[in-house]
């Protein structure tokens, strides 16, 4: 769980320009500000692969850009559903699909 965090100018050179989680666990992130974060893979700010079911809430994550990747914002991989409540993504860029948040999912 994260809650309570500033994270600003990251830069990562593959996923995840603030932080990229891979785990099978319940993820839970209240009050989180991520800004000016790059990422040379997916999700510019996060990426999240393994998804269970997980929740954000009163999150913002402005200017942060995925260079090769998709989900300027955020990227969710994974089957597990994801609560979104007061969340805001402002000026996310990606180069390929999603300027703001991608989901990949194997979910039929």
Do not use: K
């Not at 320009?17 to 009050?31: C, H, L, R």
């Not at 913002?60 to 969710?76: F, R």
């Amino acid at each position: 769980s994260l809650h309570s965090v500033l994270i600003q100018d990251c830069i990562a050179f593959s996923n995840g320009g603030a932080m990229a989680i891979q785990t099978e666990q319940i993820i839970i992130m209240e009050n989180v500000v991520i800004r000016h974060c790059v990422s040379a893979g997916n999700g510019g700010a996060i990426a999240i692969t393994n998804m269970m079911p997980s929740s954000l809430s009163d999150i913002l994550i402005d200017s942060c850009t995925a260079t090769s990747g998709y989900g300027g914002a955020l990227s969710l991989d994974g089957d597990g559903d994801m609560y979104c409540e007061r969340c805001f993504f402002i000026c996310a860029s990606s180069s390929l699909n999603a300027g703001a948040v991608f989901i990949h999912s194997s979910f039929t």
